[in-house]
């Protein structure tokens, strides 16, 4: 029932640490879901062979929702970001795109 910043002063540092992350994430859990709207391209990799595609997916968040809170308790974004890292550039359709690599994954 009480903030985090209320039992600052009456708790160990690390004590805190965890009591902030469990009231975080409970806080959380009353909120509503997030919401993301996802992106697929699809390519025909005429480098390889006419029958291979090339697929890419990735996420933007459209709204928020329980991430919004839970995005302070987060340090600043690096490279190594997930959430960066699952990000499209723009591509139109019909767009020739050129090949820089396959990485292969066993989710199909």
Known sequence: ??????VAKYIA??????????WMRFVASQMTP???????????????????TVRATGSVPKFDGFLKDT???????????????????????GETLKLKAILPSSTH
Request: aromatic residues 4%.
């Open 1 to 6: 029932m009480r903030h985090p910043d209320d």
């Open 34 to 52: 997030a919401v993301f709207d996802q992106t697929t391209i699809r390519s025909n990799a005429k480098e390889l062979t006419e029958r291979t």
């Open 13 to 22: 540092e690390d004590e805190l640490k965890l009591y902030r992350l469990i």
């Open 71 to 93: 995005k302070k308790a987060k340090t600043p974004r690096t490279k190594n970001d997930e959430e960066l890292k699952s990000r499209l550039p723009k591509v139109e359709a």
